[in-house]
């Protein structure tokens, strides 16, 4: 039996020693109503804690509810009072205006986007957007409701034209300051990327595909499906893509359900843009243009077969000067309702070639994520109905046990929430899965069980509402096929309470309030892969814009 051993600093938070802060609660009498934890003379519920510190360096953020006309705001300085009062912040509605040249298009249909970095280092950017229309004088505008205090910091506005206008007009993105108005020139020296699409034996597709260009994983110009007798199709590039000297790469999709799809080779990025596609492309067929035949697919664990499993099959069906064709299919095993067979996947594949096999059971399942890189593939049948097995079956091995038990003060907490989210590092076996999240509650005794693949985790712990305990992140915490036991201390240092407050300093029920720790400092939380912060906290005020939280304040 392997043990888990925690550690203050380095890739482990546990909390210890949190029972010294809950010393001046003994004898307090308050109940939980069953969310909290303790027996006679435990604190039980936040209101018997002492109030916290709050480290200088934390921030809140306070999330009002949909239904209010308040904005997101940030709080730093007010945590440090006893009870702090946060206010929300206004909304205001601004204007972007795009315009072009009289002799060159807008968009008919598109959305704006601001995009600007959460005074929160770490924690993904804000976001605002409102669909645009267009002036009789051909000018595009869009109208944005973004926070007040926002007004005045650089972000990013972007114009995404909506079908049928991204057939003649690329994504066009702009770095800009926030303002009551922004007006921006759509460039007109746009590049295209011209090619037509062809099956293995020259012929035009049957099947509609959509061409896209992609610089570095983002979406940088979408063409209309390859409709043209010829199979053509135009990717028109904004001249700012090009300055960023990232090679491109354009996919062809198809927009049915049984073809191929097209990956082109790395393409330079650069002034002028080079002819990637002198001939027309080819979708490799090495297979002799066999068309799809179906399969099952069996999948079986030590105690039977596994109902709920996903399976995933790929294959590259060949490759030539521009590109490679690829293919695959994906699909469950059942569970023998219906006309689902028990562990058993329908997969239509196109035979003779060799298959890369995924089979990812499901979250909280004994069995483990397993991968196959090259299984051959023959025969089939046209009809699912007659499908052959694929043979042999896939048997997997079951996941690690984590066995863990949650307390406070020396007494288990009942009904907290434990989530285990992987890391991106795929599973042995495996060249891109990664392993699959599981969840769990604690029990009366304060245990929970997970199954998890072999990697690398972050496990969350989140006390209900009410509880004296506080919240919690592992971070790095890996996993191997041993067996691991698991204790962990959500003792709290002290409480956090206070008042939200609407822009017109009415109390704001129903807000959310989250209080997080940065993970890093200066210039090191711009660096690319920093660390997200950490959510040490987080409540909803009640109907006077009340809030309270335990929270641990000394690791």
């Not at 380095?10 to 939980?32: I, K, N, Q």
């Not at 206010?87 to 959305?111: C, E, I, W, Y």
């Not at 080079?274 to 297979?287: E, G, Q």
């Not at 038990?405 to 288990?412: D, I, K, T, Y």
């Amino acid at each position: 039996m392997k043990r888990l051993v925690s550690k203050v600093a380095g890739t482990l938070l546990l909390l210890a020693g949190g029972a010294t802060g809950l010393g001046g609660c003994a004898g307090v009498s308050e109940t939980s109503g069953g969310g909290g934890f303790g027996g006679s003379g435990s604190c039980v519920t936040p209101s018997c804690l002492p109030l916290a510190q709050i480290p200088p360096t934390w921030i809140a953020e306070i999330d009002p509810p949909s239904s209010s006309t308040a904005a997101v705001a940030f709080a730093s300085a007010e945590l440090a009072n006893q009870s702090p009062i946060l206010q929300t912040d206004s909304q205001v509605t601004v204007t972007a205006t795009f315009t072009a040249p009289s002799n060159a298009p807008v968009p008919a249909k598109g959305t704006a986007i601001f995009t600007i970095p959460s005074p929160i280092a770490g924690r993904p950017p804000l976001t605002f957007q409102a669909p645009t229309g267009v002036s009789s004088t051909n000018v595009l505008t869009a109208s944005l409701i973004v926070p007040l205090k926002m007004i005045g910091n650089h972000g990013t506005l972007t114009l995404v034209p909506l079908p049928p206008a991204d057939q003649q007009n690329p994504p066009y993105t702009f770095s800009t300051v926030l303002g009551m108005t922004m007006q921006v020139a759509i460039a007109t020296d746009n590049f295209t990327i011209n090619g037509s699409l062809q099956t293995a034996a020259g012929q035009v597709p049957a099947t509609t595909y959509v061409a896209q260009a992609f610089q570095g994983g983002a979406l940088v110009s979408s063409a209309p499906p390859t409709q043209q007798s010829d199979g053509s199709f135009q990717l028109v590039i904004p001249s700012a893509v090009l300055d960023l000297a990232v090679p491109l790469t354009v996919q062809l999709t198809p927009q049915s359900t049984t073809d191929p799809w097209f990956i082109s080779n790395p393409i330079a990025a650069s002034n002028p843009l080079p002819a990637p596609f002198p001939m027309p492309i080819l979708l490799s067929a090495s297979t002799g243009g066999n068309a799809p035949t179906y399969f099952n697919v069996a999948v079986y664990g030590s105690t039977g077969t596994v109902d709920g499993a996903v399976v995933q099959a790929q294959t590259t069906v060949g490759s030539n000067t521009y590109g490679s064709t690829e293919f695959s299919r994906t699909a469950t095993t059942g569970d023998g309702t219906g006309t689902t067979s028990p562990g058993m996947a329908n997969l239509s594949l196109v035979p003779y070639l060799p298959y890369s096999f995924a089979i990812i059971p499901p979250a909280n399942s004994p069995f483990v994520t397993s991968c196959s890189p090259s299984v051959p593939v023959s025969g089939g049948s046209a009809a699912a109905s007659t499908a052959p097995a694929l043979m042999p079956p896939f048997t997997l091995g079951l996941r690690a046990v984590l066995s863990g038990s949650v307390s406070a003060a020396g007494v288990p907490v009942t009904n907290v929430s434990v989530t285990a989210t992987p890391g991106p590092d795929p599973v042995p076996t495996c060249t891109s899965t990664p392993g699959s999240p599981a969840s769990g509650t604690t029990d009366a005794n304060g245990r929970f069980t997970l199954y998890l693949d072999p990697g690398t985790y972050q496990l969350d712990y989140d006390p209900p509402a009410g509880s004296a305990a506080t919240r919690l992140t592992e971070y790095g915490v890996t996993v191997g096929i041993d067996p691991i036991t698991h204790a962990v201390d959500l003792s709290a240092a002290g409480l956090v309470q206070g008042k939200v407050l609407a822009p017109d300093m009415t109390p704001l029920p129903s807000a959310t309030v989250r209080i997080y720790a940065p993970r890093c400092s200066g210039s090191a939380c711009s660096a690319a892969g920093a660390p997200p912060p950490q959510l040490r906290a987080q409540a909803v005020t009640d109907a006077n814009g009340f809030f309270r939280v335990a929270v641990q304040t000394n690791n």
